[in-house]
């Protein structure tokens, strides 16, 4: 799509195909089970470690299959778009609001990479990330995230690629 075909909004934009996947990703993370059983803490730190956490696993999914690396793209330009809305309702101006979006993306390129190597590695190095990545409520170990989080991976893994860019994900 062109520059002037965005500007002068003649054609739709190819992120918004992807709204159902970003809408279904976005629900995943707040589901209760994650803050009530994984020791995630319910607060707004708690919420975004989920979000990025719940991507990184569906982005390494789409990673796998041709067909989806280029709406993988759009989807995390939905994740990037969602943040800076949700950036600018907090009141974060443009002075800093540059800061803080190279904060969020760094913080998800950590994300995929940490799960990208520990699904490659296994469980112990899967724990070790979510320690390393993730904030967990005192007195909890990373050990029902992790498994909650494979999972999720596992059923992701068994989801078809036109499934899976309608939002639908199993449980």
Same mark, same amino acid.
């Given at each position: 799509?062109?520059?002037?075909? $965005?500007? !002068?909004? +003649?054609?739709?934009?190819?992120?918004?195909?992807?709204?159902?996947?970003?809408?279904r990703?976005?629900?995943?993370?707040?589901?209760a089970?994650?803050? $009530?059983?994984?020791?995630v803490?319910? %607060?707004?730190?708690?919420r975004?470690?989920?979000?990025?956490? @719940? !991507?990184?696993?569906?982005?390494?999914?789409?990673e796998?299959?041709?067909?989806?690396?280029?709406?993988? @793209?759009?989807? %995390?330009?939905l994740? @990037?778009d969602?943040?800076?809305?949700?950036?600018?309702?907090?009141?974060?101006?443009?002075? +800093?609001?540059?800061?803080?979006?190279?904060?969020i993306?760094?913080?998800?390129?950590?994300?995929?990479?940490a799960?990208?190597?520990?699904?490659?590695?296994?469980? %112990?190095?899967? /724990?070790?990330?979510i %320690?390393?990545?993730?904030?967990? @409520?005192?007195?909890?170990?990373?050990?029902?995230?992790?498994?909650?989080? /494979?999972r999720?991976?596992?059923?992701?893994?068994?989801?078809?690629a036109?499934?899976l860019?309608?939002?639908?994900?199993g449980?």
């Open positions: 799509m062109s520059f002037l075909s $965005r500007l !002068l909004g +003649t054609q739709p934009d190819p992120k918004e195909a992807l709204r159902p996947l970003w809408r990703t976005v629900e995943i993370a707040r589901e089970q994650w803050y $009530r059983d994984c020791g803490p319910d %607060t707004v730190d708690g975004f470690d989920m979000i990025t956490a @719940v !991507l990184a696993v569906i982005l390494l999914r789409m796998q299959d041709d067909l989806l690396k280029a709406p993988s @793209v759009r989807l %995390t330009e994740f @990037v969602d943040m800076d809305g949700q950036l600018r309702e907090q009141g974060i101006g443009d002075p +800093t609001l540059g800061k803080q979006m190279g904060k993306v760094s913080s998800m390129g950590g994300r995929l990479g799960f990208r190597s520990a699904f490659a590695s296994g469980r %112990t190095e899967l /724990e070790a990330a %320690t390393r990545n993730l904030t967990l @409520v005192d007195g909890h170990t990373p050990d029902a995230l992790a498994q909650r989080i /494979e999720l991976r596992d059923c992701l893994a068994h989801t078809e036109p499934a860019l309608q939002g639908i994900i449980r």
